[in-house]
């Protein structure tokens, strides 16, 4: 007997692995707004997602205004809505199954780098025994362990995210830095310049004044 459950649990586990139930991410640039479609397949699925300003298109443009993100249901209910994030982490519970859109919107004049990830919580394992007591503990603890990799997975990605995003903005102000940097460096030396040029040309003007 419990060489059946061992079994059991090694094919569910390579289910698992093997699931099209995984993390779906997506990098996309946005101009003004882009719209995507998630078919949640069962109704009370929990759904994870994330989004990151990774960047602007200019590199003089430090990107504060973030963009806005609108999330609908299948009926076009609005389930949720956030403006001016550069990042954001949320979930809801999928109270119909269908399509659900997440369309985001760019109010600024530059184009903007995102990167978004959606993830749908469901065992389909606990639906496909449910009436098997025998099963119940066992799928429960599979059913934890499905989810707690998932969660694994859509944080690693959410930190590489911002991590990137992180990186692009220091090298952006070490660029900024060094060009003012420059040009302060070359203000000073033209002053200079002018200086030792007026001064020039006070002496030769008083030297000029006292041959007279």
């Not at 390579?14 to 995984?22: D, I, K, Q, R, V």
């Not at 269908?98 to 978004?116: L, M, Q």
């Not at 030396?189 to 002496?203: C, E, K, M, T």
Request: charged share 25%; net charge negative; glycine share 4%.
């Amino acid at each position: 007997m419990k060489i059946g459950f061992l079994v059991f649990v090694a094919v569910a586990l390579l289910a698992f692995l093997c699931s099209p139930n995984a993390v779906y991410g997506i990098r996309f640039v946005i101009d003004r707004e882009e719209c995507f479609s998630h078919d949640v397949k069962y109704e009370g699925d929990t759904i994870h997602a994330s989004f990151v300003v990774i960047k602007a298109d200019s590199t003089w443009h430090n990107s504060h205004e973030g963009v806005d993100l609108v999330v609908k249901g299948p009926t076009g209910d609005q389930i949720q809505d956030f403006r001016d994030k550069i990042s954001e982490k949320f979930e809801f519970v999928a109270h119909q199954k269908g399509i659900h859109r997440f369309c985001f919107s760019n109010k600024s004049p530059y184009y903007e780098t995102v990167d978004f990830d959606v993830h749908e919580s469901h065992f389909t394992y606990y639906d496909q025994h449910a009436k098997d007591e025998h099963f119940n503990p066992l799928l429960e603890q599979i059913s934890k362990l499905e989810e707690a990799l998932y969660n694994i997975q859509f944080e690693q990605h959410w930190l590489e995210a911002q991590t990137e995003r992180q990186a692009i903005v220091n090298e952006a102000m070490s660029k900024r830095a060094v060009h003012k940097a420059f040009y302060e460096s070359a203000a000073l030396i033209g002053a200079s310049v002018l200086q030792v040029y007026l001064l020039r040309r006070l002496f030769e003007r008083k030297l000029g004044m006292s041959r007279v």
